[in-house]
Structures are given as structure tokens and as C-alpha cells.
């Protein structure tokens, strides 16, 4: 048996819950092409995804286990998984690339969902899609997005204790960083040295760093890293999703380097305090768009969502899910919810700050999955 | 002026030769969704893809500049690149995320072309492209797929030198094998140490690492690593997507653990000999269906693309590009491609072997790009 990242009842009691709310809603099967709710369902791991080539299927019936419709190079690792039905085409093919098994899969559902909403992609060529529908045209394809971006949200045990072990290790390269950071290095020397030290730390995996540095403040928040020296007064700010078994950590820390101007003292102290009222009032019961409001009300309507849109958002085997921390998201929170509190702020000129901690819903005040940042802008 | 990954001709040449194909095909604007083609047009380049939430449009019209459409948090790093013309919206929105910007930019043109076929991805939500397909109902809306992917296929003397840079790091690091690997370690730890490898020998990051190990060969080579030790007469392969500036390499080795079976030595050999008479028939002119054959003949048939499916593809801004080295892709080599060739085979029982290299082809013998491994299975 080969080693899995879950036991099998992980995956049970997922597919038991997808299928209740199915049968709520009177759906026969779904059928989803991204690998999310792949891994979700199978525990299929794989970097494999990264090639755009091949087009993979899961398909869950309303009864019984779901079924993996996937290329032959997949179907080795597919059978390490506690999937049994596994159906396999040699891809790339030059007509069929999966679509006749997809069909034959979904043929007796009358009503197939396929997630269609908010924050959905479809990850199979639009013309065989098109090819797909007109071949099921007796069914009815609907959208399934909240039946599975809601059921995702609420994280079991398992998958909490992997997204803590990520946001543990992360938090030891922050806790490092005046051994890793210093005046005059270049911005792209302090990514690969913090990538290296996340991967020392224990990371498997580090897809995600971005990051930003200038005087008192940083103008972005999505930048890859350029050769610019660090200054004497910038503000570095580095935002990490690394992984673990497939799950994201996902939270920045900002340091000052050499000294730190008013300005941004202040506005890290406002973040700092905006980060503690949300946690004050997060408890199963209030919406997000309770959460935002009152992050927005701290910080004196000054950037409220800002550039970025939002003050946080879901977190798991993606490094950002539903829902969102914004005025108009409704989402109810509930327990095992795994989320990010992500206020911003302007602070002079066209320069922000972004802070952000990883914290779980539970009864009683969250718990937090990264360790908190110190109440004041640390200098290196 | 910020640092860029090419100069702004790069970008006016790439656009200029897809407006061309758009004239030629009588395109009035092509949309793209995806990752890779806001890059190639643009220069965009930054990691926050890993967030599913928001969508980003590029549209190319056919004269002049292409437009962003991109939710506000792009816009900073937008605006350091060569494009002008940068609408965007505050996303993720409750209704409308962008659907009446892309509609407002498309409304004039008749026949708008979106990437609809082999290796692409609809990277919006279904509903919301329902929705613009509804709005611009009085265009028409087709496949450009071959168009977009024929013009990526042939690299520039620019992407060529910043792939190459990035194999020439992940030779390096693979020559360190034996510094890095040694029987009783965990194939985790092998994958680990392999990652800060890359890092410190120049690599920006690893989005792609994957491998196997196991007593004569593997049986798989897209999984993650276990804790499984590496034993005496393991064969060990490694393959790696590492990046620079965004770019790709793609090539794996193999290694024996203390020593080699005559199976896997023999299997390693028929490899080796695979890439050269595939490297001797690599010109301009000859088809991707030719070059397969050439290899499925030097291994006999005996795993004629196997699991894999094929015998390597194209390689640049993505781990796998078009054209595929299959049977029936009848894609003519062109000066400026650059290629994997990745032949694999059955060695005994389940156990495969896979051997990668990566080539430019150009007018004479192919440039290898990877360093070339030895004719026979290094033992380490």
C-alpha cells in the first residue's frame, strides 16, 4: 500500500457529503475537470498538472464512488488512490481525447452538475466541451459551484493539521529573516534565499512568493522579484503560499530595513489592531461581510478592500478559495473554516501595506495557524 | 523604468505576427483567458495565477496594441510593461467581473478568436462566458487555437537564451547527483535536496518536480515523493520543470543506486541510442509524426509512446507545449523550436525507463540544450 496523504474515510465522508447535498438538489452526477476537486475526491497528487496537454475527469454519481476518467500516463498513480472505477484513454488522442468515455460515464444522468460559477475554470479544450454537451444533450448540465466551493470551505481535522503544519513551517522562515535578509541585497536574492530556508524549514513546495520592497511602503503586491537592492528605510514585504502534502499556507510579514519612517510604523500598527478586531468578533455564526466591515471600520475606510478587493479569503488545496472577506459575500462562517485575514492600507503617496494570518473558525475565538506578527514593524 | 524579461520589440514582433495570421484568417480580435498568452503578449508575469478567484482578459485587436482587461490588482505591475491600454475593475465583483468591460472592447469586431482546441483552457467562469457569448451573439466566436499555438511554437533568439540559461542550471544541478543522493535516503529528501539545488545554482523557482525510484525502474513518473529509502539496484529518475524568468526546462536522469541491473543497463543504452537517431533526423522540414517513428523504430516498437503517449513536445512558457511527437501531429519542424525528446520504454515486469533531452531545432543538427547524459547508467 502505498503511502496516501489521507485514510480513506477522508475521502468517504467527502463523497457522503457531496452526495447528500446532490441528492438535495437533484443532481445524478457531477462532473468536474480541475484538479482541486480531483485531489479532492481522489487523493490524486501530481506536479503533473502542470502540463496544459492532457485533459482529466472526474465524475461522481450519485451512489458509489467516483469515477476516474484520465489519461494512461495517470492511471499507476491513479490506482495508489482508494479509487476503484478507473477509466483510461491514451492521450493525446487525435480525434477522442476522453470525451466517448465521458459520455458513456454520464449517458444515464439527467442532470449533471459542472461548476460554472465564481472562481471556476474549465480545464478541457471549449470544442470538445461544446462536442461534450451536444452529445449529452438529453441531459441537463447545471452549475455546481457553491454545492462544492461550500462544502470545501469547512476543512475536516486531517486537512487542518496539514495546513498547520505548512503555516509552522513558514512562520520559522519568517522567524529567521534577519538571518536571511540585509541591506543592499537584491530583491531577488532575498526570494531565492527565503524559497531555500521554507524548503529547509520542511516545505515540499514553494508555488507561491511574491513579494515587494520601497521606501516606507511598496506599490504592488503581486510582483515577481527584480534586481533592486534593499535600502536603508524600505519596507520588505514577502507573501508566501508554500506547501505541504498539497495544502497552502498563505500569509506575508513586513520588516523594515535598517530603520522605519512614521508613516509605515503607523501603518502597520492600524493593520495590527484591524487584524485584531476581526479575530475579536470571528465565530461561527457572522458573515463575511460582517468580517469586512468591521476590518474596513478599523481602518477608517482608508483602502477598504483597495486595489486587492478584499481583506482575506478561504485557504487549503488552493492558495486562495472561496469565500471571500468582502462586503457583499454572504458566507456564513462555520466551524473547520481555514481563512486568511488580509487587511490593507495606503500609506503615502501611492505606497500600501498588506497584512495577513492564517486562522481557523472554531467555537469560541479563532485559532491561529501562523504565528502572530509582533505588534510593531520589526526592523532588520 | 522597471526591469523586464525582453525588450519591448520582442512583444510589437510577437503581436505583429499574430496580427498578421488574424488578417490572414479575417480575425478582428482574438481573447485570451489564460496565463500563458497574457505573458507572451504582454510580459505580465507574476505568480498570483495560483489564485483561481479573479479573471483576466487580453485582447488583441487587429491593429494596435493588445488591451488588458484585469482586475485592479494588476494594474500596478500592468503598468510596467509595454501595454497602454489597462482597464480595469475592482474584482472580484458580485456581478459583473468584467464581462461588460471585455464586451465594451469586443462589440466591434465581427469575429473574435478564442483558444478553443488542443491544450487550452477556458480560464473564466462557464456562466460568466455564457454570458459574454449572450451579449457578443452578434459576432462570431471561433477556435484559434492552431493560430496562437503554431506562432508560440517558434521561439525567439531572446527565449532561447533565457531556456537555455535555465538548462544549463538544472545540468548543473544534475551533475551534483552525487553530492546530492545516496542509498537509505528518503525519496523526499531526494526531492528536497534537489529543489535547493536548483535554487542555488540560479533557478528562479521549481514548479515541476517529479520522479521515481525502484528496483530496476519505476512504474510511474508524474508522483510526488514518499518516504520510501533508496535502495542498492534502484534505478532513480528525477524530471524537471525548473524556471528562469518564467521559461521552462524539461528533461529527467537516471541514476542507479550503488549498482545497475543488465536490464536497466540495457534499457538506459536503447534510450540513449533513441535520442541520437532522433537527433540526427531533428531539420526543418521533417514532421513531428516522422520523428516519432524514428524513435518508436530504435526501441523496437516495444513501448511505442506507452503510458506517456508520445515521444516529447514543445517546451518554452509552459512545461508542455504544442506540437506533440506523436503518430498523428503532422507539425513541420521550423527553425527556432525548441523541443523535448522523451522516449520511454518497458525495461521488465511493471517497471518503465524514461530518457529527456531539450533541443532547438535549427538548420543543421539540432542545438542540445540540456547537457547531454552519459551513454551509459551513471551509478551513484
Not at 218 to 240: A, E, F, H, N, Q
Not at 257 to 286: C, F, N, Q, V
Request: glycine letters at 8%; charged letters at 25%.
Amino acid at each position: 500500500m502505498v503511502e496516501q496523504d489521507f485514510l480513506a474515510t477522508e475521502f468517504e465522508t467527502r463523497v457522503e457529503n457531496a452526495q447528500r447535498a446532490m441528492h438535495h438538489e437533484g443532481l445524478d452526477a457531477l462532473l468536474f475537470t480541475s484538479e482541486a476537486e480531483m485531489r479532492y475526491f481522489t487523493g490524486f497528487r501530481t506536479l503533473f498538472w502542470q502540463s496544459p496537454t492532457r485533459p482529466w475527469f472526474l465524475v461522481l454519481p450519485l451512489v458509489g464512488k467516483p469515477i476516474a476518467i484520465i489519461p494512461e500516463i495517470g492511471a499507476e498513480l491513479m490506482r495508489t488512490t482508494w479509487i476503484d472505477d478507473i477509466r483510461t484513454w491514451s492521450s493525446p488522442a487525435p480525434r477522442d481525447d476522453g470525451i466517448s468515455l465521458l459520455v458513456e460515464a454520464l449517458q444515464n444522468s439527467n442532470k449533471i452538475g459542472i461548476p460554472m460559477g465564481r472562481e471556476s475554470t474549465l480545464r478541457m479544450p471549449l470544442k470538445d466541451f461544446e462536442h461534450l454537451r451536444q452529445r449529452l444533450r438529453n441531459s441537463m448540465l447545471v452549475d455546481c459551484s457553491d454545492l462544492i466551493n461550500s462544502q470545501r470551505m469547512t476543512k475536516s481535522t486531517a486537512e487542518i493539521a496539514i495546513i498547520s503544519e505548512i503555516c509552522t513551517i513558514a512562520s520559522a522562515s519568517f522567524a529567521n529573516a534577519a538571518n536571511l535578509f540585509f541591506e543592499g541585497q537584491s530583491l531577488k536574492a532575498v526570494f531565492r534565499s527565503f524559497r531555500m530556508d521554507l524548503l529547509a524549514q520542511g516545505a515540499d513546495d514553494v508555488p507561491y512568493l511574491v513579494g515587494g520592497a520601497g521606501q516606507g511602503g511598496y506599490k504592488d503586491v503581486i510582483s515577481p522579484p527584480r534586481d533592486t537592492p534593499l535600502r536603508s528605510g524600505d519596507v520588505l514585504m514577502l507573501d508566501t503560499g508554500a506547501t505541504r502534502k498539497g495544502y497552502y499556507c498563505d500569509f506575508d510579514r513586513n520588516f523594515a530595513i535598517g530603520h522605519a519612517g512614521e508613516a509605515a510604523k503607523s501603518a502597520y500598527t492600524k493593520l495590527h489592531t484591524a487584524i485584531d478586531a476581526a479575530m475579536r468578533i470571528t465565530r461561527p455564526g457572522i458573515t463575511c461581510g460582517e468580517l469586512y466591515k468591521t476590518i474596513a471600520h478599523k481602518l477608517d475606510g482608508l483602502e477598504q478592500g483597495g486595489a486587492i478587493g478584499r481583506f482575506g479569503h478561504g485557504l487549503g488545496m488552493q492558495l486562495t478559495e472561496a469565500p471571500s472577506i468582502i462586503n457583499f459575500d454572504d458566507t456564513v462562517l462555520r466551524e473547520g473554516m481555514v481563512l486568511t485575514l488580509e487587511p490593507s492600507i495606503a500609506v503615502c503617496d501611492d505606497k500600501i501595506m498588506v497584512h495577513e494570518e492564517n486562522i481557523v473558525v472554531q467555537d469560541g475565538p479563532p485559532l491561529l495557524l501562523s504565528k502572530r506578527a509582533p505588534p510593531e514593524l520589526p526592523v532588520l
